[in-house]
């Protein structure tokens, strides 16, 4: 294992930060050297806290000519020995999708953080939205696993931004920070502990950096210019990366072994959260900043007697299945509310042997307490 | 060294027609590298997609292959976290003047430290022979049938226009200078950029009627001519070949670094 206590890069203690100083932040701390990226609102605080930061700390930061330079040259970094990132919101992220592809073929860690904001299209800019969880999953051709967590807090902008990159390292996988315009622009208090515990790359020379004996493991990874000559490539390649691009087998074994090392984990990257689930009736699966709202309500309906919970999920790729089998077999009734039409309704409702429904709401504002109130009491 | 040494021969035969430019700008590169001495492992390539960016799966630097444009986009990522590397990245007319002509000219814009080689052959290879934006005016492809209505970019000006600090122009018939213009390129400090003309008698040969391969060597050689030269002189519609822009300007990575100096006294 390569897990690592380091000292942290912010002095220990209170600090009143935007979600999106706090991802900057997260980042620094788990290490990350290299940052590119091309303004987008409402994500483009990130890289103007990295600019000034990295300069401190030594890290490279690029303003790109676009996001499709900027991913690329961050999977270049990456092959270099850096852990590094990228931030945008919807548009720059559907340009990234090609480069994502290409990351999760050659196994790249990189770390995308996607501020969300109210789409489709240039949409509402400066409004919230929870629209591109979808994409983040489907975004690019191919059969393919990806991480996305989903941070409801600054503080947990920070945690999830270090927690990204250790995923990432861990299991050499693009993982996306999915935060929303209302966290990132969300000023409240973050406590920065003095270490933090960071995964640094696992590098074995003279092991195949492309491929391992089981069907879903992780192979090291080495960097260029320090000694064994690689071989990347996007097309499909074998375990030392040389192209195989007719040859069945081939490209059977990496893309199952690329599926199957994210989703036999699932167990231990998947992470939820539960509030009062004990005797829970109606139970609302909620994520992001849809999930502080879900707590308001849940405590607000326990108050007047009513037996309601939530599940939050933390993760939302892989998705947590077990704790939504969980719930749709202890609760009456599962209730998703979600700032998109129902993007994550449709994966409750695969696991969920009970009645859900959705309560959507895409007018690029945050859903009201009060409505998930009111939805709740009316099935009560 | 001996040139095989650079190669990764387990890869051969190629994939190139006979008759294809590509191996003989691969030939040279390798012999600009031997003889420049640069140790295998001190070399990134980094390459796009088409049939000249083939070239990095058969020569043992390290390499990355990438998507269809972007290489210049990774190989700056590359540099910037190991800038004592030497990262050469060459590409085809589509590839780095069609969908990656953005990083083309930011690249130069930048002038990072990379060298840029345009293995240019007027056509897409690898995709069957549509036009490209060096195809030119009045040129067949399969995508332009009755003649292609769009004027070529001029690589040359264009990378000067976009701040390039050092940039030239060769052929395929032009071995020797090739190989003198490529070190040259390797060693200057800045973005370099090598426009190489080269033939497809494939696709671009065939759609065009201009022979076989040493038919269309031949015509590489009869138009074009040394930058100023007496042909040129006479004849203004040569294409020139040589070394248009040569200067010492301040290198992207070396600029970088001063402003962390900079911003860590305070
Ligand atoms: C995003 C994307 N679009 C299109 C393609 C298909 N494609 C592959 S190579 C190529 C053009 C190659 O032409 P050029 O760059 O001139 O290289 P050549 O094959 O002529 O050496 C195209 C269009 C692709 N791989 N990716
Ligand atoms: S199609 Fe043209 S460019 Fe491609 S290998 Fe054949 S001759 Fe070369
Ligand atoms: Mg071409």
Same mark, same amino acid.
């Given at each position: 294992?390569?897990?690592?206590?380091?000292?942290?890069?912010?002095?220990?203690?209170?600090?009143?930060?935007?979600?999106?100083?706090?991802?900057?932040?997260?980042?620094?701390?788990?290490?990350?050297?290299?940052?590119?990226?091309?303004?987008?609102?409402?994500?483009?605080?990130?890289?103007?806290?990295?600019?000034?930061?990295?300069?401190?700390?030594?890290?490279?930061?690029?303003?790109?000519?676009?996001?499709?330079?900027?991913?690329?040259?961050?999977?270049?970094?990456?092959?270099?020995?850096?852990?590094?990132?990228?931030?945008?919101?919807?548009?720059?992220?559907?340009?990234?999708?090609?480069?994502?592809?290409?990351?999760?073929?050659?196994?790249?860690?990189?770390?995308?953080?996607?501020?969300?904001?109210?789409?489709?299209?240039?949409?509402?800019?400066?409004?919230?939205?929870?629209?591109?969880?979808?994409?983040?999953?489907?975004?690019?051709?191919?059969?393919?696993?990806?991480?996305?967590?989903?941070?409801?807090?600054?503080?947990?902008?920070?945690?999830?931004?270090?927690?990204?990159?250790?995923?990432?390292?861990?299991?050499?996988?693009?993982?996306?920070?999915?935060?929303?315009?209302?966290?990132?622009?969300?000023?409240?208090?973050?406590?920065?502990?003095?270490?933090?515990?960071?995964?640094?790359?696992?590098?074995?020379?003279?092991?195949?950096?492309?491929?391992?004996?089981?069907?879903?493991?992780?192979?090291?990874?080495?960097?260029?210019?320090?000694?064994?000559?690689?071989?990347?490539?996007?097309?499909?390649?074998?375990?030392?990366?040389?192209?195989?691009?007719?040859?069945?087998?081939?490209?059977?074994?990496?893309?199952?072994?690329?599926?199957?090392?994210?989703?036999?984990?699932?167990?231990?990257?998947?992470?939820?959260?539960?509030?009062?689930?004990?005797?829970?009736?109606?139970?609302?699966?909620?994520?992001?900043?849809?999930?502080?709202?879900?707590?308001?309500?849940?405590?607000?309906?326990?108050?007047?007697?009513?037996?309601?919970?939530?599940?939050?999920?933390?993760?939302?790729?892989?998705?947590?299945?077990?704790?939504?089998?969980?719930?749709?077999?202890?609760?009456?009734?599962?209730?998703?509310?979600?700032?998109?039409?129902?993007?994550?309704?449709?994966?409750?409702?695969?696991?969920?042997?009970?009645?859900?429904?959705?309560?959507?709401?895409?007018?690029?504002?945050?859903?009201?307490?009060?409505?998930?109130?009111?939805?709740?009491?009316?099935?009560? | 060294?001996?040139?095989?040494?650079?190669?990764?021969?387990?890869?051969?035969?190629?994939?190139?027609?006979?008759?294809?430019?590509?191996?003989?700008?691969?030939?040279?590169?390798?012999?600009?590298?031997?003889?420049?001495? @640069?140790?295998? %492992?001190?070399? +990134?390539?980094?390459?796009?997609? $088409?049939?000249? !960016?083939?070239? *990095? /799966? =058969?020569?043992?630097?390290?390499?990355?292959?990438?998507?269809?444009?972007?290489?210049?986009?990774?190989?700056?990522?590359?540099?910037?976290?190991?800038?004592?590397?030497?990262?050469?990245?060459?590409?085809?007319?589509?590839?780095?003047?069609?969908?990656?002509?953005?990083?083309?000219?930011?690249?130069?814009?930048?002038?990072?430290?990379?060298?840029? @080689?345009?293995? %240019?052959?007027? +056509?897409?290879?690898?995709?069957? $022979?549509?036009? !490209?934006?060096? *195809? /030119? =005016?009045?040129?067949?492809?399969?995508?332009?049938?009755?003649?292609?209505?769009?004027?070529?970019?001029?690589?040359?000006?264009?990378?000067?226009?976009?701040?390039?600090?050092?940039?030239?122009?060769?052929?395929?018939?032009?071995?020797?200078?090739?190989?003198?213009?490529?070190?040259?390129?390797?060693?200057?400090?800045?973005?370099?950029?090598?426009? @190489?003309?080269?033939?497809?008698?494939?696709?671009?040969?065939?759609?065009?009627?201009?022979?076989?391969?040493?038919?269309?060597?031949?015509?590489?050689?009869?138009?074009?001519?040394?930058?100023?030269?007496?042909?040129?002189?006479?004849?203004?519609?040569?294409?020139?070949?040589?070394?248009?822009?040569?200067?010492?300007?301040?290198?992207?990575?070396?600029?970088?670094?001063?402003?962390?100096?900079?911003?860590?006294?305070?």
């Amino acid at each position: 294992m390569s897990f690592q206590e380091i000292k942290g890069t912010l002095p220990a203690g209170s600090y009143y930060f935007s979600g999106n100083e706090a991802v900057a932040e997260g980042a620094i701390a788990a290490g990350c050297r290299y940052y590119a990226g091309y303004p987008i609102t409402p994500s483009s605080e990130i890289m103007e806290r990295i600019a000034v930061r990295f300069k401190e700390v030594g890290g490279v930061f690029m303003q790109m000519e676009d996001e499709l330079a900027s991913i690329c040259s961050v999977i270049g970094a990456v092959w270099a020995g850096a852990k590094a990132m990228t931030a945008t919101s919807g548009p720059g992220f559907s340009l990234m999708q090609e480069a994502i592809g290409y990351a999760a073929i050659t196994e790249t860690p990189l770390v995308v953080v996607d501020i969300q904001r109210a789409g489709p299209g240039t949409g509402q800019a400066t409004r919230v939205g929870s629209g591109d969880y979808m994409q983040a999953k489907w975004g690019s051709h191919g059969d393919y696993q990806v991480i996305a967590l989903s941070p409801w807090s600054v503080q947990e902008m920070y945690e999830h931004s270090i927690e990204a990159f250790n995923l990432a390292e861990q299991y050499r996988v693009p993982v996306f920070v999915m935060g929303e315009e209302a966290v990132a622009h969300l000023r409240e208090r973050l406590e920065v502990q003095a270490t933090v515990r960071v995964f640094n790359r696992v590098k074995k020379h003279g092991t195949p950096p492309f491929g391992t004996d089981s069907m879903d493991g992780v192979p090291p990874m080495p960097a260029f210019g320090e000694g064994e000559r690689l071989l990347v490539t996007g097309s499909t390649h074998d375990e030392f990366g040389i192209r195989k691009t007719d040859d069945p087998r081939a490209h059977a074994r990496l893309v199952e072994r690329i599926n199957n090392k994210i989703l036999a984990n699932r167990g231990k990257i998947a992470n939820t959260e539960s509030w009062y689930l004990d005797g829970a009736e109606v139970v609302v699966v909620a994520y992001g900043f849809t999930a502080r709202s879900a707590l308001f309500a849940v405590e607000l309906l326990r108050k007047t007697g009513k037996r309601a919970g939530l599940l939050r999920l933390k993760t939302i790729w892989p998705f947590p299945e077990e704790a939504i089998r969980d719930v749709g077999r202890s609760a009456r009734k599962v209730l998703v509310p979600e700032m998109n039409r129902g993007q994550i309704l449709g994966e409750v409702m695969k696991y969920a042997r009970c009645e859900v429904s959705g309560l959507n709401q895409t007018n690029g504002e945050i859903i009201h307490p009060q409505r998930i109130v009111r939805e709740v009491e009316a099935v009560l | 060294m001996s040139v095989r040494e650079y190669l990764r021969e387990r890869f051969m035969p190629h994939l190139w027609c006979p008759g294809c430019g590509h191996g003989i700008i691969m030939n040279n590169l390798i012999r600009a590298i031997e003889s420049l001495g @640069i140790k295998k %492992n001190d070399i +990134v390539m980094v390459t796009g997609i $088409g049939c000249s !960016s083939r070239i *990095s /799966g =058969y020569l043992d630097f390290h390499t990355l292959h990438t998507l269809h444009g972007r290489a210049l986009a990774f190989a700056t990522g590359v540099k910037l976290a190991r800038p004592e590397l030497k990262i050469i990245v060459p590409m085809g007319d589509g590839d780095a003047i069609a969908i990656g002509g953005n990083h083309f000219i930011h690249a130069a814009r930048r002038n990072i430290d990379i060298t840029a @080689i345009i293995m %240019n052959n007027r +056509v897409y290879g690898m995709t069957g $022979g549509q036009f !490209s934006p060096l *195809s /030119g =005016y009045g040129t067949l492809a399969t995508t332009a049938p009755y003649g292609n209505i769009y004027e070529a970019f001029d690589t040359v000006e264009l990378a000067r226009g976009a701040g390039a600090s050092f940039v030239a122009r060769t052929t395929t018939y032009h071995v020797r200078s090739m190989k003198e213009i490529i070190e040259k390129a390797i060693m200057h400090k800045g973005f370099s950029v090598v426009e @190489i003309l080269s033939q497809c008698p494939t696709y671009f040969g065939r759609k065009n009627k201009r022979g076989d391969a040493v038919e269309m060597l031949k015509y590489l050689k009869e138009s074009t001519a040394p930058i100023g030269s007496e042909r040129k002189r006479k004849n203004p519609a040569l294409i020139e070949r040589g070394i248009f822009v040569e200067e010492d300007r301040p290198e992207y990575c070396a600029e970088y670094e001063k402003i962390v100096e900079k911003a860590q006294k305070g």
